[in-house]
């Protein structure tokens, strides 16, 4: 007689031994969001009062829930979940006869059975209540009618105006209403509120709050019946736990509100893609799952065939008033939702007509316990040998907040990190591996760039009112790379474990929310405290989110592996989840960082020799980019490259390269006042060569203006007046890629353009030419002075063998004309990859993205 979507919950282990771990239960219909993200923190802290012995009147709750309904504490009492209130009612009732219309939960007909009171199933008409056969049987005798609001299994809503009519009518009887699903219906009018003396509300936190483990129901009536309810009870019938969730859940509007939103509008994709399945009729509903006739089979079979497949669905063969051809799909989340519709339709050996196939795509997601925790270079390697391995695979992060960029051969701009991960990849850059990237130009603001094209310049509070807009373009470009790669290797953004941007999160979690996809979970041992940081991560995520972290990467170790070993067993004993690998610290990989922090550590302010031949200093401004220009030079077995960012660390470089800035205008004002600008000038007046790169360009000039603020707040600086230039920022933004000639070293230069300003002059000399014959850089008389608005013009081998043979005939040193060193990545690739195997569970990763 019990409902089996109960016994289900209750046999977990035999479902799973029948269909594995990956089980899609849409037999259960619990909220498929969900527990809330307190619930952990608010059982971890009612654990400790867990030596006492719980309030046996519920005080605290019932008080939480009378205001929540707006009624009175003494309306309500609180039971062990609504099954135990629906075993005392024929207890306090005073009718031996029990109307039940049929179909309906199973708890309504065991309940009366089970206390020796007379059952009586009233048919519907239809799927609906039949009211007049009900009211006809009232008329003879006092009864207590049992109804669900909405009803188990059709998911209809009641008549509340009936019920009202009826309860008017027979004052004698008693009308019982179960509303345990109220919350996940769209304007629900609950009968809570002008509530005739002789009806009873039941309610539950089971569903709403997925908790179907700690039982926590409620009964509202008149005072009376509530108080003879109580004595009836068993003492201390709700634990300690269920009470304190009971009256955080009570606090928490939101958390049912966006539950309700969501699942109303994934129970729509869901019925769309039933409705398209042949021999499948999807019966009208308002409640968190969906009844469904079978035209062409029965129940029983079609049951059986999902569930060896991985989904159990809810065989209503034993709901009276049904038959055999009924099954009940609970509403689960849009991946689980395409893979029950899949396997229904398989089950039934049927197509799907005038259906939009659902987007099968295949992917992971690697976060990270914090940033630079290794993320951008783990996608990079797994991507890699996934490439290796025949899979075609891109990379791809919802949102990059980096102002080290690089542009795809449409001219549209994106994170440079995807560059390199589409590189590894073995395939071209593309501005939707990156639809979302913030280019910080303020300390609370940055230049949003939505698939490849600047959007503007905005605050927090002004990104967060466009956040539809760019999750939707974001949302669009993945389903587009989707559909033209086999596999997606995806990254996030910081940590899925920062509560506080968790609601507004379109990267982490809040991207996968939308596109479910396995998650890796990356920690950086080199920093300390790794395993608690794992382990702390699974406390804070929701629960719907710990089931989508799948493994965990230890990176950046130093030492002997199996070391780790208790750790990763106990790891995985806390969490259940396994750690899929250690990854060395690897040094001199030779890949280009991501951002800034690589800076910030420290770990780029000296590279190569401290012997070498020739001294590059590069300015570091505040608010630095596409500092990757420079990277080439650190493999020159002559160069030696620093970072410099105060003018005591200057020293006596041979060259000054001024970088690219996301403010040009900001960062020269602070070099000034750092006194960094007199240091370089004086170095340039005893010798040193100075370049100048995109912002750093500009820099040289006489004059920059800023008339629309595109990039500052301030409109017009004055430049360091080494180069006849002027230059005015223009709220169009020119990104191309390009092929130019450099003039004095007669070779062929290639690189992109992301810039703002338009640069004229009246006096420096042409240096670097486009294919267009346009000027792209432009030197000093004496040549000691030049710069272009071409990154990655030093990347070009024989190039930058030139310009360094310059500087050593400047020292008078012999030039050594030929290449040293050639900057290609695809080695440093590979070798990535290797190391990449080696270290971690290929084939388990594999099987999580869904490769065999």
């Known amino acids: 007689m019990n409902d089996p979507a109960v016994t289900h919950g209750g046999n977990i282990r035999e479902l799973r031994a029948q269909a594995g771990d990956d089980l899609i239960d849409a037999s259960a219909n619990i909220n498929p969001c969900g527990p809330p993200e307190w619930l952990r923190p608010v059982i971890a802290r009612a654990v400790g009062e867990l030596v006492h012995y719980p309030d046996p009147d519920c005080l605290a709750l019932r008080e939480a829930i009378a205001e929540r309904h707006g009624i009175a504490v003494s309306e309500v009492v609180v039971g062990n979940g609504s099954s135990e209130l629906f075993s005392v009612l024929p207890q306090v009732l005073a009718p031996t006869r029990w109307l039940v ?25 239809g799927l609906e209540a039949d009211w007049d056969a009900i009211e006809q049987t009232l008329a003879a005798e006092p009864a207590v009618v049992i109804v669900g609001h909405p009803n188990n299994p059709t998911g209809r809503l009641a008549d509340t105006k009936r019920i009202r009519q009826a309860a008017a009518a027979y004052p004698a009887s008693w009308f019982v209403i179960d509303e345990a699903f109220a919350e996940f219906v769209t304007d629900f009018q609950s009968l809570v509120h002008e509530r005739p003396s002789n009806v009873v509300v039941m309610r539950s936190a089971t569903k709403i709050a997925a908790i179907p483990g700690l039982r926590l129901g409620w009964l509202i009536a008149a005072p009376a019946l509530t108080k003879a309810v109580q004595r009836a009870l068993p003492p201390w019938s709700v634990n300690t736990l269920a009470q304190a969730v009971g009256c955080r859940l009570m606090d928490d509007a939101d958390f049912i509100a966006e539950s309700r939103a969501q699942v109303q509008g994934w129970r729509s994709a869901l019925v769309e893609r039933l409705t398209a399945i042949d021999g499948v009729r999807a019966l009208p509903g308002q409640a968190n799952w969906v009844l469904v006739e079978l035209l062409k089979a029965t129940a029983a079979e079609v049951v059986a065939r999902c569930l060896k497949q991985g989904v159990a669905l809810r065989d209503c063969s034993d709901y009276p008033g049904l038959g055999g051809r009924f099954v009940r799909i609970a509403v689960r989340r849009p991946g689980e939702n395409d893979k029950v519709a899949t396997v229904l339709a398989g089950a039934l050996g049927v197509p799907q007509r005038n259906s939009r196939p659902a987007k099968q795509h295949r992917a992971i997601m690697l976060q990270g316990c914090s940033s630079d925790a290794g993320k951008s270079v783990l996608v990079a390697a797994l991507g890699r040998c996934l490439a290796q391995d025949g899979v075609a695979v891109a990379p791809f992060k919802s949102q990059n907040m980096s102002n080290n960029s690089g542009v795809d051969r449409d001219g549209l701009e994106l994170g440079r990190a995807q560059v390199m991960q589409a590189m590894a990849c073995g395939v071209e850059p593309d501005a939707r591996m990156n639809p979302i990237l913030l280019k910080p130009n303020s300390d609370t603001g940055c230049q949003v760039v939505l698939r490849g094209r600047p959007i503007g310049n905005h605050d927090v509070a002004g990104y967060h009112a466009s956040r539809q807009r760019c999750l939707d373009g974001a949302l669009a470009a993945y389903d587009e790379l989707a559909a033209d790669y086999d596999v997606l290797v995806c990254e996030g953004a910081g940590s899925p474990g920062e509560v506080n941007l968790k609601r507004r ?15 890796a979970l990356i920690g950086d041992i080199d920093r300390g405290g790794v395993y608690a940081s794992f382990v702390g991560h699974m406390e804070v995520l929701d629960e719907w989110e710990r089931s989508m972290v799948r493994g965990f990467l230890v990176n950046r170790f130093r030492g002997d592996q199996s070391l780790l070993a208790p750790a990763h067993e106990y790891v995985e004993a806390y969490t259940g989840v396994p750690v899929l690998g250690t990854v060395p610290f690897l040094h001199d990989l030779g890949l280009p960082d991501e951002d800034r922090v690589a800076l910030s550590r420290g770990e780029r302010k000296a590279r190569g020799r401290l012997d070498a031949a020739i ?13 990757t220009d420079v990277d080439c030079f650190t493999i020159e077995p002559d160069v030696s490259l620093r970072i410099v960012e105060r003018p005591g660390e200057l020293g006596t470089p041979d060259a000054i390269i001024l970088p690219g800035t996301k403010n040009t205008i900001g960062d020269l004002t602070d070099m000034r006042s750092e006194g960094l600008a007199d240091a370089v000038l004086a170095r340039f007046q005893a010798g040193a060569e100075l370049v100048g790169l995109c912002g750093g360009y500009q820099m040289l000039g006489r004059r920059i203006a800023d008339p629309e603020t595109t990039e500052s707040s301030a409109s017009v600086a004055e430049g360091l007046g080494l180069l006849a230039i002027d230059t005015v920022m223009a709220a169009d933004k020119c990104t191309r890629q390009i092929r130019a000639r450099h003039v004095d070293a007669q070779l062929p230069v290639h690189g992109y353009e992301i810039h703002h300003g338009v640069t004229v002059g009246d006096g420096a000399q042409a240096l670097v030419v486009g294919e267009d014959g346009q000027v792209l850089g432009v030197r000093s008389t004496s040549a000691r002075v030049w710069g272009s608005y071409i990154h990655g013009l030093f990347d070009d081998d024989a190039f930058r063998r030139w310009w360094i043979d310059q500087l050593r005939v400047a020292k008078g040193m012999a030039a050594l004309a030929t290449v040293q060193a050639s900057y290609d990545l695809e ?26």
């Open 505 to 519: 999160d379109i990267v982490n979690m809040g991207f996968v929310r939308h596109r479910e996809m396995p998650v």
């Open 615 to 627: 001294d590059i200093a590069v300015i570091g401004f505040h608010h630095i980019s596409n500092f």
């Open 827 to 852: 080695p440093a690739f590979d070798r990535l990859a290797a190391c990449f195997r080696e270290s971690v569970d290929l084939p388990a990763i594999y099987r999580m993205i869904g490769i065999d």
């Open 101 to 125: 219309p049929v179909p309906c939960y199973g708890e309504y007909r065991r309940a009366p059975v089970v206390a020796g009171r007379e059952l009586v199933e009233v048919p519907g008409c």
